[in-house]
């Protein structure tokens, strides 16, 4: 119940009325294997692995992120805010 009162009432209505479908036993699994990953040091040998070989998959990702649709409607919309344009 604690974790309601840090977040907005949209989201406290969202996650109670829809959470469900996305905590739910197939996510369990998958969250289940990640932590054995971190466990093991599979995660760590990777991340070092990919740090030593100049981050090429994040930058990857960073790059296909970078160009999804919400993020080209974000900087539309940020740009009719004019309060968060820097001085």
Do not use: D
Request: glycine share 8%; aromatic share 6%.
């Amino acid at each position: 119940m604690r974790m309601w009162n840090n977040v907005s009432n949209t989201a406290e209505y969202g996650g109670m009325t829809r959470g469900s479908r996305i905590i739910n036993e197939q996510s369990r699994e998958a969250m289940c294997e990640i932590l054995s990953e971190i466990q093991s040091g599979q995660f760590a040998n990777e991340w070092i692995l990919e740090g030593q070989a100049g981050l090429p998959v994040k930058k990857s990702l960073e790059k296909i992120e970078s160009e999804h649709l919400i993020e080209q409607v974000g900087a539309e919309l940020r740009a009719m805010m004019p309060w968060l344009q820097k001085k």
